[in-house]
């Protein structure tokens, strides 16, 4: 203490010359010591805002394919670029300039760094897939944005995805997988090699130090789920399910002594503890050893060696694992499934709000999913796919209130119902092809569901309403619907969209507002001439049971006109003159249904739908009774 004292003695007796001298070297130290801290700084790869493309690569991505070697691998850093390589800091949906080149691929490989310049309150949110899934993907992100969500990152599994998703502005890495481009469907190698990289992916990102919302591609977020998932933060692991039959009827975590659908691994919160990273681990290697295993069995397997006890007395938690792991099982009621959104409904009935819908229990393959997300207005597709060329056409379908409430439900009353309305929508598909127009299915009622196995008419315990409004693909064949048949064996396609599409936000003005609305009456009464003299958005009576030319003849008048409804179409149209176009016709919307399924005292047990079920006096809702008889009816 006594030199400073000395010091500051000098100092106040000294000339101001003095005075001054000292204040220029005192700063002089200080600005010095600045620059030497900011080179310093500035050389940790952690601190500055761009990255390269070695920096903290993940120990895991060299067995990130199926077919590695599992012994141990010695990694070799090369030198640092002295370019900038992350895009991402810029918003999303924030277009990268054309006259620009994109950057090599090794700039998009997974880094610490790459996930960390995307993390938001150390939660990344990730999702992967192939091309095949682009407008999935789309759709996946366009739904967090538009939550305010920018915390997010996309894998893509080959390089036209890559390469399409960062000329869009979406962040993504690459995930070195060389996986085809194509739709590999459910249950194929390719499908169980995509499940695998899942798995790889976990095993990589935790290591880093982030939380991690793992997601599907086929499920799509309808709220905010962090301050959800922020409620629980001493859980390792907060899975989905595919439990149809609600635990809790609030937004509370599943009681999980009462869960016995299986954990659905399409949705699932991860936090970087030891717990999680070992379980992570264990699984990868599980499914590396065995490539017969699906990689949501092997996560069931592993997850429930040990379950129980409680963690404690309130948060739902439960020990697992190993002992150590603490899980959550979200509730099936707001992180919905296919069944708890689109047939059960369960949110609405527990006037709760959703947070996510996962496109499972459904029919129709990839193109189900995607009808199924239309109908309820939750796809992101493309302006031109709501203005089709030749226009819209719609119709009021018609169902008798015994038909739908009458008696009670049964195989026998479901399919009375469900004839019903194919017999109308039959008769739309033919005029729809007609006039070389997009029909637009109606909405579609069952008083049974549909499953995989035997059941008794709806799930005991579920709160399935009898009767529902229920998915397309529950009675039609979806992807055969939409997929291009062969001219010459079945004419013409049939385009069609979902129930919803004239409701939708995104329908253009210029075809909402052009629009014709068409009223059957008898043909002789009053105003009943099948004239085409009408203004566009007036009301054209047309006859009952016209032919061909009377179809052609009025409506050529009307080929700019965006939308005709009809105000019903039973009995609407006799048929086509030409038998070659009629027989075709008939090949091609036999195909368009599929079965019910399941009986529970016969097999099989499933049920076929008839389209031409009213051509045959001696029709019934019956399973096949022979092994011979097991085949559609066409």
């Known amino acids: 203490m006594a030199w400073r004292n000395g010091c500051y003695d000098e100092v106040g007796h000294s000339k101001p010359l003095f005075l001054t001298i000292y204040t220029v070297v005192i700063i002089g130290i200080v600005i010095s010591s600045f620059y030497i801290f900011s080179a310093i700084y500035s050389s940790n790869p ?274 697992a694992f190993d002992g150590n792991l603490k899980l959550g099982i979200l509730p099936a009621s707001i992180f919905c499934s296919g069944h708890t959104y689109f047939v059960q409904a369960m949110y609405q009935q527990l006037r709760l709000e959703p947070y996510a819908v996962h496109t499972t229990f459904q029919y129709g393959a990839t193109e189900g999913k ?45 399919f009375a119902l469900i004839n019903y309305q194919m017999k109308q929508i039959r008769t739309a598909l033919a005029i729809a092809s007609l006039l070389n127009r997009t029909l637009v299915m109606p909405p579609l009622w069952c008083r049974i569901d549909r499953l995989w196995y035997p059941h008794p008419g709806v799930l005991e315990g579920s709160m399935t309403r009898q009767p529902f409004l229920c998915p397309l693909d529950h009675v039609f064949e979806v992807n055969v619907m939409l997929k291009k048949l062969p001219e010459e064996e079945f004419g013409p396609g049939i385009d069609i969209r979902e129930y919803s599409i004239l409701d939708n936000p995104s329908l253009q003005p210029e075809v909402r507002n052009s629009w014709l609305d068409v009223k059957l009456c008898r043909e002789g009464s009053q105003d009943c001439d099948a004239s085409n003299d009408t203004t566009v958005g007036g009301l054209l009576k047309f006859p009952k049971r016209s032919n061909e030319e009377t179809f052609m003849k009025v409506f050529s008048s009307f080929k700019d006109v965006k939308v005709i409804k009809f105000s019903s179409v039973q009995d609407a149209f006799m048929g086509f003159s030409n038998k070659d176009r009629e027989n075709k016709f008939r090949n091609r919307v036999k195909r368009y249904v599929g079965i019910w399924c399941c009986t529970v005292d016969h097999d099989p047990g499933h049920i076929y739908y008839d389209m031409y079920w009213d051509e045959k006096p001696e029709w019934k809702a019956i399973p096949p009774q022979t092994r011979d008889d097991d085949h559609p009816p066409w």
């Open 46 to 319: 952690l601190a500055s805002s761009s990255f390269s493309s070695i920096s903290y690569d993940s120990p895991h991505l060299t067995d990130a394919k199926l077919n590695i070697s599992q012994s141990a691998t010695v990694h070799t850093v090369p030198a640092p670029s002295v370019r900038p390589q992350n895009v991402w800091l810029k918003p999303i949906w924030d277009v990268p300039p054309h006259d620009k080149k994109m950057p090599p691929l090794e700039d998009f490989r997974l880094t610490k760094t790459l996930v960390q310049e995307r993390v938001k309150d150390n939660v990344i949110i990730v999702t992967f897939g192939n091309y095949a899934f682009m407008d999935f993907i789309l759709t996946w992100v366009k739904q967090l944005t538009d939550l305010g969500l920018s915390n997010l990152l996309v894998g893509a599994m080959d390089t036209e995805l890559l390469e399409a998703l960062y000329w869009k502005g979406v962040p993504v890495f690459d995930m070195g997988s060389h996986m085809s481009t194509v739709d590999v469907g459910w249950g194929s190698p390719t499908f169980h090699k995509m499940g695998r990289e899942k798995v790889i992916l976990i095993d990589s990102i935790l290591p880093y130090g982030f939380e991690l919302l793992m997601c599907d591609t086929d499920m799509v977020w309808l709220k905010n789920p962090l301050p959800y998932l922020a409620r629980y933060p001493t859980a390792d692991v907060l899975t989905s399910s595919d439990q149809v039959i609600p635990t809790v009827v609030d937004d509370s975590l599943e009681i999980w002594q009462e869960v016995s659908g299986a954990f659905n691994i399409g949705i699932f919160h991860w936090r970087p503890t030891e717990s999680a990273k070992k379980l992570a681990k264990q699984w990868k290697e599980m499914l590396l050893a065995d490539d017969k295993i699906w990689d949501q069995n092997g996560f069931n397997d592993i997850v429930r060696r040990q379950i129980g006890p409680s963690v404690d007395d309130d948060s739902g938690l439960v020990f």
């Open 370 to 414: 995607r009808h199924r997300l239309r109908e309820a207005m939750l796809f992101r597709d493309p302006s031109e796919y709501y203005n089709p060329p030749g226009g819209f056409f719609s119709f009021k379908p018609y169902i008798p209130k015994r038909l739908l409430l009458s008696g009670e439900h049964t195989v026998e009353s479901h």
